[in-house]
């Protein structure tokens, strides 16, 4: 479910609020990326802070564990909707800095391609096309290290029944 800009305010903090701010689409895409990355460490500690805060007053409400103040908490959903409002900030920033991952991703790979292509392009025409690693002399049968089985198969499933045979023989007695 959305949670619109006017809750998400009513929910945080001054601070976090402006924390927030900077996850939303105009302005995350204007971060550099050492910003980026410090607004999503900072971003990330006060998501792990307001989690193990509504945790502990989900909690006390149980009757689990021991109230913080002098009474114990009645309701815990302003401390839901914070952590909700930061869970999805960061998912925004998360989803920004694997797009721009992906972005430099494609532009090594395109450039990549490019050197290859024009390495290609200025090698001489009468150079080898191949790899010049190779041993140049195809496929060679290797040899069998086993010893050749002198025994029939035939034979071995013989002797093998033979001897389940006996042995029924001997634990029928």
Do not use: F
């Given at each position: 479910?959305?949670?619109?800009r006017?809750?998400?305010?009513?929910?945080?903090?001054?601070?976090?609020?402006?924390?927030?701010?900077?996850?939303?689409?105009?302005?995350?895409?204007?971060?550099?990326?050492?910003?980026?990355?410090?607004?999503?460490?900072?971003?990330?500690?006060?998501?792990?802070?307001?989690?193990?805060?509504?945790?502990?007053?989900?909690?006390?409400?149980?009757?689990?564990?021991?109230?913080?103040?002098?009474?114990?908490?009645?309701?815990?959903?302003?401390?839901?909707?914070?952590?909700?409002?930061?869970?999805?900030?960061?998912?925004?920033?998360?989803?920004?800095?694997?797009?721009?991952?992906?972005l430099?991703?494609?532009?090594?790979?395109?450039?990549?391609?490019?050197?290859a292509?024009?390495?290609?392009?200025?090698?001489?025409?009468?150079?080898?096309?191949?790899?010049?690693?190779?041993?140049?002399?195809?496929m060679?049968?290797v040899?069998?290290?086993?010893?050749?089985?002198?025994?029939r198969?035939?034979?071995?499933?013989?002797?093998?029944?033979?001897?389940?045979?006996?042995?029924?023989?001997?634990?029928?007695?």
């Amino acid at each position: 479910m959305a949670i619109s800009r006017k809750e998400e305010a009513r929910a945080l903090s001054a601070d976090e609020k402006e924390l927030v701010e900077k996850s939303h689409h105009p302005v995350v895409q204007e971060l550099s990326d050492a910003d980026l990355s410090g607004l999503v460490k900072l971003l990330r500690e006060r998501r792990d802070k307001a989690q193990a805060e509504a945790h502990r007053r989900r909690r006390e409400i149980r009757g689990k564990g021991a109230p913080k103040g002098a009474a114990i908490s009645k309701a815990d959903g302003g401390s839901q909707v914070k952590l909700a409002v930061l869970a999805m900030a960061m998912r925004r920033l998360n989803g920004e800095a694997e797009r721009r991952r992906q972005l430099a991703a494609h532009v090594s790979l395109v450039g990549n391609a490019r050197k290859a292509l024009a390495m290609k392009q200025n090698a001489p025409a009468d150079g080898p096309a191949h790899n010049s690693r190779t041993a140049h002399k195809g496929m060679r049968a290797v040899a069998n290290e086993r010893a050749p089985k002198l025994v029939r198969p035939a034979e071995l499933g013989r002797q093998r029944k033979a001897g389940k045979v006996a042995q029924a023989k001997r634990d029928a007695r």
